[in-house]
């Protein structure tokens, strides 16, 4: 797999065996790649550095058939030994540098990042992708605070290599990530977990791609702003500023409050999004 | 036309009625007009000397809180006296109104604006001008212009912004549809979060009184038809078009609905109820009956409390530092918390212990 293809990836699946017991892992990614999965990692925290070769060597030959990428977490040795594409690294694991020093220059190094500090250093020290949540708490990693979509938002805004916003996303909450400024979502214990992985794989990149309407340029409050959000309730979203009053003029008219969720935005738009002032 | 002493100064509107769009007829319409301005803070203040001084017949002012020295610096209408006699601001501005222009009939009522008061204050007026500082007065302000048929004139400050438009019955969509009726935590920006300019307020207020004396003269056309967002710091301007009504909704659509406002207030309870006042390290707390402030100041005298006394209000210092401002209508500001269940404690510990001893 050339390193050019990696950046079209949308829909990342990650293992969690204890999701769902009595299946193995290797014929549930099978059941998410029949899905369209387009990434899969190997994430086993608990077996044995034999076990998480064995699984890795296994998950090796069947991405390779399904022709998607394959990424291990920590463990660049087995990544070198089984032929992965790259390494998925947390930010207490090696440092980027070494992971590089280790893979060569040709393999994937992603990062899981919790705040927009660590995501520009990351990017900095040659990252390929980052990890970008938990958005919403979730089991798969109890006990770490969510980070909420408005870092999503801010990812958008000021990362420039992949990101892919991870943890709690579910079919219920998906659209509100993308409105965030997501491009790519990775679902652990929604799709694992699921009764039909396929299926759920399938459910995902729908909503992805209906996500996916056309990239459009507006001015925001003066500046020129990419932006993928369809109506204003959604650029609001983006912005960060749902649960603020305001005040929102587009093309030089008011838009009411109640309009905002069914007025929709078209390239060339001109928004000012003001916060109602309330002194007196 | 006459003076406290029954002076005859024909020349005193010379300057207005020169002025070719209002003229002696114009005159004659303020002569005859009504205002209602809810909040006599720095807006308020502002926009009652205007109106008052351009010679508006009626002017009703209401206003729940009283004058601190913090109040001062922009405040136009009270100066330092009135802050030492803790006077409530409503009755401060109408000593000094009654003082500018004799001839105007000032009506001040130290009240809070809810359900159950707004329709008769707004009854008969012409306008409402907006003094206030809060969303929540704004949006019932609008909703009882809308039902009445009345222009509401919104204007708001912090810091060196603001921001005002002219919301017409008829012609523009109400305040709930352009904002949003929904609560938000930490609201908005307010003159005691981020300060305000005493300049701001005026140039806000000078809109707000243009666009009244255009309305009030008829001359309607002349009206500015956008919301208008200001910040005399960095002096940016921005005007946008006001839209119209929409279809649906029950105040400003095509299809009003039947209000049931009255029910609303029939319903609204003679239960505790509070208020948090934005930013200010105060708690409103509403009894729901008149409070008898002679019993409670020698009460209150008897607890320990330290006293300030006027017509209009009782001022209690408590030994735990907060301080209790009582008055007539059962309203008592809990200064010193934010904390609206322990403002309610101490209601309860310091003013309905006294109810059950009687």
């Known amino acids: 797999m050339g390193r050019e293809a990696w950046n079209d990836f949308r829909l990342y699946v990650i293992t969690a065996e204890s999701n769902h017991p009595g299946k193995s892992v290797v014929d549930v990614i099978e059941q998410t790649l029949i899905g369209g999965a387009q990434i899969v990692q190997l994430r086993n925290k608990t077996g044995s550095r034999d076990e998480v070769l064995e699984q890795a060597k296994a998950l090796r030959e069947l991405t390779r058939k399904y022709k998607v990428p394959f990424i291990i977490n920590d463990y660049p040795d087995i990544v070198l030994e089984t032929d992965a594409d790259g390494v998925h690294l947390g930010q207490e694991d090696m440092p980027i540098a070494e992971a590089r020093r280790l893979l060569g220059p040709y393999r994937m190094i992603g990062i899981s990042t919790h705040n927009l500090q660590q995501a520009l250093a990351a990017e900095r020290d040659g990252a390929d992708y980052i990890g970008v949540g938990p958005v919403f708490p979730t089991d798969t990693k109890p006990g770490r605070a969510a980070v909420t979509t408005s870092y999503v938002t801010e990812a958008a805004r000021h990362v420039t290599i992949p990101f892919v916003a991870i943890g709690g996303i579910t079919l219920g909450n998906v659209d509100l990530v993308l409105a965030a400024g997501a491009n790519r979502i990775c679902s652990v214990s929604a799709i694992v977990g699921s009764h039909d992985p396929a299926a759920m794989c399938r459910s995902f990149l729908r909503r992805l791609e209906a996500g996916a309407e056309e990239s459009k340029t507006v001015v925001m409050n003066g500046r020129e702003e990419h932006t993928r959000a369809r109506t204003v309730e959604q650029l609001v979203i983006q912005a960060g500023q749902q649960n603020k009053k305001l005040v929102i003029e587009l093309n030089g008219i008011i838009v009411q409050r109640a309009l905002w969720a069914e007025t929709e935005l078209k390239s060339g738009d001109s928004i000012e999004l003001v916060h109602f002032v309330g002194g007196g | ?358």
Not at chain 2, 210 to 227: F, V, Y
Not at chain 2, 292 to 314: A, P, S
């Open chain 2, 1 to 358: 036309m006459a003076n406290t002493e029954g002076t005859v100064w024909s020349d005193r509107y010379s300057r207005q009625t020169r002025f070719a769009p209002i003229g002696e007829k114009g005159q004659r319409k303020l002569a005859d007009a009504c205002v209602l301005i809810v909040g006599v803070g720095a807006l308020g203040a502002s926009l009652a000397q205007h109106m008052v001084r351009a010679g508006v017949g009626e002017v009703r002012l209401v206003d729940r809180d009283f004058v601190e020295p913090s109040n001062l610096q922009r405040q136009m209408l009270f100066d330092e006296a009135d802050a030492l006699a803790v006077l409530p601001k409503a009755v401060a501005a109408a000593n000094k109104l009654r003082g500018i222009n004799s001839e105007v009939n000032v009506i001040a009522s130290v009240a809070d604006v809810s359900r159950t008061n707004v329709e008769e204050l707004a009854s008969g007026a012409q306008l409402v001008l907006d003094g206030t500082d809060n969303a929540s007065t704004r949006l019932l302000l609008s909703d009882v212009c809308f039902r009445q048929g009345i222009p509401f004139i919104y204007g708001g400050v912090a810091g060196a912004g603001g921001m005002s438009a002219t919301l017409i019955p008829g012609e523009t969509g109400c305040l709930r549809c352009l904002i949003g009726a929904e609560q938000s935590e930490n609201e908005v920006d307010t003159c005691d979060t981020v300060g305000v300019l005493a300049s701001t307020v005026e140039f806000i207020a000078s809109l707000q009184a243009a666009e009244a004396i255009k309305w009030l003269t008829g001359n309607h056309a002349a009206m500015r038809q956008t919301w208008l967002s200001v910040d005399l710091w960095s002096f940016r301007l921005r005007e946008s078009a006001m839209p119209q009504g929409i279809g649906n909704c029950s105040y400003c659509g095509q299809e009003h609905a039947e209000s049931d406002s009255a029910e609303e207030a029939n319903r609204e309870s003679e239960e505790l109820g509070f208020t948090v006042l934005c930013g200010r390290d105060t708690v409103q707390v509403t009894l729901g009956k008149p409070l008898d402030l002679d019993r409670l100041e020698k009460w209150l005298g008897g607890q320990g409390c330290m006293i300030t006394v006027n017509r209009y209000l009782v001022r209690a210092k408590l030994p735990s530092g907060e301080q209790l401002v009582l008055f007539p209508d059962g309203r008592v500001l809990v200064q010193g918390t934010s904390d609206s269940d322990y403002a309610v404690r101490l209601c309860k510990a310091y003013v309905l212990e006294l109810k059950q001893l009687i």
